[in-house]
Nanobody, 130 residues
């Protein structure tokens, strides 16, 4: 399983970016897929998740509405559209996959993660600053 995120960069507050994640070594069938981010000095948090069986896309509730997770199964690419970016969105963004992974939240957390053995791709840095 190999994942490579790209599309990060410097953006002004209120701006948008679309991240891409090229996947290789596996197909999306039977894999849970997700986006995470890690801000400087903070722990990694989930952004959005799709279980291996497809179905609903789950979002961390305070990001839903600004972030949208999509996928191109034919090309094995994931996307994360991010709108109205704010300085607190500055982080390294990672795509991830887990075989037969499903989406869940730990008690007391707002963000979703995947069950199973998670493979994280190389991240891409997003900096939101004026």
């Amino acid at each position: 399983v190999q994942l490579q995120a790209s599309g990060g960069g410097l953006v002004q507050p209120g701006g948008s970016l679309r991240l891409s994640c090229a996947a290789s070594g596996f197909t999306f069938d039977n894999y849970g897929l997700a986006w995470f981010r890690q801000a400087p000095g903070k722990e990694r948090e989930g952004i959005s998740c799709i279980g291996h069986f497809g179905g609903n896309t789950f979002y961390t509730n305070y990001l839903e509405g600004r972030f949208k997770f999509s996928r191109d199964d034919a090309k094995n690419i994931l996307f994360l559209q991010m709108n109205n970016l704010q300085p607190e969105d500055t982080a390294v963004y990672y795509c991830a996959a887990a075989e037969r992974g499903t989406c869940f939240r730990y008690n007391g957390r707002w963000d979703y993660t995947l069950t199973g053995q998670i493979s994280y791709g190389q991240g891409t840095l997003v900096t939101v600053s004026s």
